[in-house]
């Protein structure tokens, strides 16, 4: 059915960078936006920065000015770049994306296994 694989996680210090990746495809129907999620030890499971398919993104206010989410359509890939990352950053990254078969037919949430995200001070 729908496919949603993350990449690209990892250990970096603070201050540092990285670039997530969520490939979402699906044999049929559309996706109408992808977010990215994270989730620490312990935490409730939270909301990063989405992009929609029409191209609108959301933020979390912890992230704003630092991530920046993005879409190539060409290769149903949305990115999440992570700058100045913090501590506070390290959790397990989750991509969702909400599919529907048609348009005004019901979503249905499609999530990835997760990357490891780990920021060290």
């Known amino acids: 059915q729908v496919q949603v694989v993350e990449s690209g996680g990892g250990l970096v210090q603070a201050g540092g960078s990285l670039r997530l990746s969520c490939a979402a495809s699906a044999s049929t129907g559309t996706i109408n936006a992808i977010g990215w999620y994270r989730q620490a030890p312990g935490k409730e499971r939270e909301l990063v920065a989405a992009?929609?398919?029409?191209?609108?993104?959301n933020y979390a206010d912890r992230v704003k000015g630092r991530f920046t989410i993005s879409r190539d359509n060409a290769k149903n890939t949305v990115i999440l770049q992570m700058n100045s990352l913090k501590p506070e950053d390290t959790a397990t990254y989750y991509c969702k994306a909400d599919w529907t078969l048609l348009v005004g037919l019901r979503q249905y949430a499609y999530w990835g296994q997760g990357t490891q995200v780990t920021v060290s001070s």
């Open positions: 992009i929609t398919r029409g191209g609108t993104t």
